[in-house]
């Protein structure tokens, strides 16, 4: 599910600051990275089921190796864990409107930060 109209989409913002925005609200910064990439998790468990919600960016000045890296960010995504598959965001799926809610929440309080910055 992309989660549309948040504010943070194309959003740039230095990779330092913004690991520190996304740490503070819950949000891992995934092992995956690479040197273009970066990707923030937030975990969430809800009746026996795991949803992950995901900040992706990618680096648009210096690169994802050093802290100093410009990120631009992407639309967020909200996905249902399967095990053992992964994550699935598609559109049939359906999210506990709690799960959503406070991904919303999370997302505000994201772009507040970032705002604050400037």
């Known amino acids: 599910m992309r989660?549309?109209?948040?504010?943070?989409?194309?959003?740039?913002?230095?990779?330092?600051?913004l690991t520190d925005i996304m740490e503070d609200l819950g949000f891992v910064l995934a092992g995956q990275w690479d040197y273009e990439r970066v990707t923030f998790d937030r975990k969430f468990e809800n009746k026996g089921h795991v949803y992950y919600l995901r900040v992706q960016?990618?680096?648009?000045?210096?690169?994802?190796?050093?802290?100093?890296?410009?990120?631009?960010?992407?639309?967020?995504?909200?996905?249902?864990?399967?095990?053992?598959?992964?994550?699935e965001y598609g559109e049939g799926e359906t999210f506990p409107a709690n799960v959503v809610e406070t991904s919303k929440s999370l997302l505000v309080q994201s772009k507040e930060r970032m705002d604050q910055m400037k």
Do not use: C, Q, W
């Open 3 to 17: 989660i549309e109209n948040t504010g943070i989409e194309n959003e740039v913002v230095e990779l330092s600051r």
């Open 57 to 87: 960016g990618f680096a648009v000045e210096g690169d994802v190796g050093g802290s100093h890296a410009m990120i631009k960010l992407m639309t967020p995504l909200l996905g249902k864990h399967y095990y053992p598959h992964g994550v």
